[in-house]
């Protein structure tokens, strides 16, 4: 499941709408719907992800969030790493080797190092 996707899942649960209903409101299939909420479509376009901004008539903190959240929401990511640091290279090489097999506590854990490090870098 994407951050997107387990953002939809809980503001449609939270409100009782089914998946049938928000897609037909939305103008999309349940399937792709279900496949968007479980990761296994790529990120929504932003013209969609707005109509979902609608649609649960967010206020303006939740709509940047939920806009925040489909850009953080591709399920299939490359990272390119040539020209940079070899420990660059290393780290992302590791984390797809490794990332499967990551608690969810320890998936949090790295990525709050993440966020601090980024932020202390100015990134």
Same mark, same amino acid.
């Given at each position: 499941?994407?951050?997107?996707?387990?953002?939809?899942?809980?503001? !449609?649960?939270?409100?009782?709408?089914?998946?049938?209903?928000?897609? =037909? /409101?939305?103008?999309?299939?349940? +399937?792709? *719907? &279900?496949?968007?909420?479980?990761?296994?479509?790529?990120?929504?376009?932003?013209?969609?992800?707005? !109509?979902?901004?609608?649609?649960?008539?967010?206020?303006?903190?939740? =709509? /940047?969030?939920?806009?925040?959240? +489909?850009? *953080? &929401?591709?399920?299939?990511?490359?990272?390119?790493?040539?020209?940079?640091?070899?420990?660059?290279?290393?780290?992302?090489?590791?984390?797809?080797?490794?990332?499967?097999?990551?608690?969810?506590?320890?998936?949090?854990?790295? *990525?709050?190092?993440?966020?601090?490090?980024?932020?202390?870098?100015?990134?």
């Amino acid at each position: 499941m994407t951050p997107l996707g387990a953002k939809i899942r809980e503001l !449609r649960q939270k409100r009782g709408i089914s998946l049938k209903d928000m897609a =037909a /409101e939305l103008s999309v299939s349940s +399937a792709y *719907l &279900s496949a968007l909420e479980h990761g296994k479509r790529g990120k929504p376009t932003w013209f969609l992800v707005q !109509r979902i901004i609608t649609f649960f008539n967010v206020i303006w903190d939740e =709509a /940047e969030e939920i806009q925040r959240l +489909a850009e *953080l &929401s591709d399920p299939k990511v490359t990272i390119e790493t040539a020209g940079m640091d070899p420990k660059a290279t290393e780290l992302a090489n590791r984390l797809a080797g490794s990332i499967g097999g990551l608690s969810p506590e320890s998936l949090a854990h790295l *990525l709050h190092q993440l966020r601090v490090v980024a932020a202390k870098d100015g990134v």
